[in-house]
């Protein structure tokens, strides 16, 4: 009887996870919070299949394919086909995978191109491994705007970052990755912000490779692994430049040469972390029988609802993310030049968002585990904090290492 009901009502599915009372999370674009089960999950990995299978495990609990697995559960959420996306180590690492192998595909090129809006360790990775090389590569970098008009034929490989962690403002993945391989470049998307959080197609828009962490919007829990996508028809072409020995083709023929796996295996490298895998496969759990675009459409509705109140609510704040909601990500960010006082004082009151310098406050929208209540309710305590100048207490500027 209440079927249709019931389906209109798919989001928020707030019993699926562990939300702390007194508490208005808006902060799940930099860590999800803990899914219902894990925790069960994580203790089954450890008591049942470590303490009493203990090596056997790799077999009977599946732990060698755990990886696979995951990223086939990964996989849909990202618009990617079975068998193309790879989990394990750090997102750090995997863009350096990516780099490295999307380099060698344009031995005749130097230049990788970023823009000044992704996130630092991506071009920290980029400007390591060129340095490695050392053949005179060079890494651009220039205004998220400009990015198209520098993509011409001296360009090997483009890496961005979809969603700006900032301001939350979205490139056009399609658009930029044809603007690419017109120029004959191989395209690299980060999607640390957009998996589970939009809708991303990338098999659709034909990007060589992808990558992306898995604790942010997919509630994998803190170090919990990351992910590489690389196209199907490319696959057998890259030449690791991490080439461990879980990539092999026979992992356990112990060869002393190295022979890349077949398929996207070979883009695995070492003993994957498997408390943390299996923490994530469950965590996946709460993305069955919602699509990423009924997500979408709840989180601008969030969004949306958000900015309409903190803007007549908090004339001093300043919105710092693109208007338009087809803009942007699953956050919102304000500037404030007291941001970081702000937000620490909002913090206190039970709203947990978080700040990036300068002068960011940065606000994350998962409608898996929020609905337009807990928006508005978090606008009104921001109102008070603003309109009392509560914020101005000293004990709010004492800075933490993790803003
Ligand atoms: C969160 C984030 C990272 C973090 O990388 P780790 O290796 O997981 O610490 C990297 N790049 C982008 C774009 C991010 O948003």
Same mark, same amino acid.
């Given at each position: 009887m209440n079927a249709p009901i019931a389906q209109a009502r798919l989001l928020p599915r707030k019993d699926r996870?562990?939300?702390?009372?007194?508490?208005?999370?808006?902060?799940?674009?930099?860590?999800?919070?803990?899914?219902?089960?894990?925790?069960?999950?994580?203790?089954?990995?450890?008591?049942?299949?470590?303490?009493?299978?203990?090596?056997?495990?790799?077999?009977t609990a599946n732990w060698m394919h755990l990886p696979k697995t995951v990223g086939d559960r990964i996989a849909p959420l990202i618009g990617a086909a079975q068998g193309t996306v790879a989990t394990g180590d750090t997102l750090s690492i995997k863009v350096y995978q990516a780099v490295a192998a999307a380099l060698q595909m344009r031995p005749d090129r130097k230049v990788v191109l970023s823009d000044n809006g992704n996130f630092p360790t991506d071009l920290y990775m980029a400007k390591g491994l060129i340095d490695t090389i050392g053949k005179n590569h060079e890494l651009k970098v220039v205004d998220p705007?400009?990015?198209?008009?520098?993509?011409?034929?001296?360009?090997?490989?483009?890496?961005?970052?979809?969603?700006?962690?900032?301001?939350?403002?979205?490139?056009?993945?399609?658009?930029?990755?044809?603007?690419?391989? +017109?120029?004959? +470049? !191989?395209? $690299?998307?980060?999607?640390?912000?957009?998996?589970? +959080? !939009?809708?991303?197609?990338?098999?659709?828009?034909?990007?060589?490779f992808a990558v992306g962490c898995t604790y942010k919007y997919l509630n994998g829990g803190p170090g919990a692994p990351a992910f590489i996508y690389a196209r199907p028809d490319i696959v057998e072409t890259i030449q690791p430049a991490l080439a461990g020995w879980l990539g092999h083709d026979a992992p356990f023929a112990m060869e002393l040469g190295y022979r890349p796996a077949m398929s996207t295996e070979r883009l695995r490298i070492g003993t994957p972390a498997i408390v943390q895998l299996s923490i994530l496969d469950e965590a996946l759990n709460a993305f069955e029988?919602?699509?990423?675009?009924? $997500?979408?459409?709840?989180?601008?509705?969030?969004?949306?609802?958000?900015?309409?109140?903190?803007?007549?609510?908090?004339?001093?704040?300043?919105?710092?993310?693109?208007?338009?909601?087809? +803009?942007?990500g699953s956050q919102v960010s304000f500037r404030f030049e007291k941001g970081y006082e702000a937000m620490q004082a909002l913090i206190e009151r039970g709203v947990i968002g978080d700040f990036r310098a300068p002068n960011i406050m940065r606000f994350g929208f998962t409608p898996l585990y929020l609905?337009?209540?807990?928006?508005f309710a978090a606008a009104e305590i921001l109102e008070d904090i603003m309109s009392t100048g509560a914020w101005k207490d000293p004990k709010y500027a004492v800075r933490s290492r993790v803003t």
């Open positions: 996870f562990e939300l702390p009372d007194g508490i208005l999370y808006l902060d799940g674009n930099s860590l999800g919070v803990l899914p219902k089960g894990a925790a069960e999950r994580a203790a089954r990995t450890i008591t049942s299949e470590w303490g009493q299978d203990l090596i056997k495990a790799w077999n705007e400009s990015v198209v008009d520098a993509i011409d034929e001296s360009i090997a490989v483009v890496m961005l970052t979809q969603v700006d962690y900032r301001t939350g403002r979205m490139h056009d993945m399609k658009a930029i990755t044809d603007k690419a391989h +017109a120029a004959g +470049a !191989v395209m $690299i998307w980060d999607l640390a912000h957009s998996a589970g +959080a !939009v809708p991303v197609d990338l098999t659709g828009c034909n990007t060589e029988g919602v699509t990423m675009e009924d $997500i979408r459409k709840a989180s601008i509705v969030l969004s949306e609802r958000f900015i309409a109140e903190v803007e007549r609510r908090c004339p001093m704040l300043e919105l710092a993310s693109p208007r338009d909601p087809q +803009a942007r609905d337009e209540a807990d928006v």
